[in-house]
């Protein structure tokens, strides 16, 4: 992989769970389990991502325009 800033897509595949699993243990959402979010979020500790919020917006700006 080069320099770019690793996506939640990249946590999901590195950590072999799915996207949406990523977000929810990243929004700490109450249905994913103490263990999967303590992993995801000390995998993402280690790299810079970019939030997948910041990439919603940026497609509803260019959706108006």
Do not use: F, G, Q
């Not at 800033?5 to 990523?22: G, P, Q, R």
């Not at 995998?43 to 959706?63: E, F, G, S």
């Amino acid at each position: 992989m080069s320099n770019r800033s690793k996506t939640i897509v990249d946590i999901a595949e590195e950590l072999k769970l799915s996207v949406s699993t990523v977000s929810r243990a990243l929004n700490d959402h109450p249905n994913i389990s103490v263990k999967t979010k303590e992993r995801v979020k000390r995998w993402r500790a280690n790299w810079a991502t970019v939030p997948m919020r910041w990439r919603r917006d940026c497609a509803a700006i260019k959706a108006v325009r």
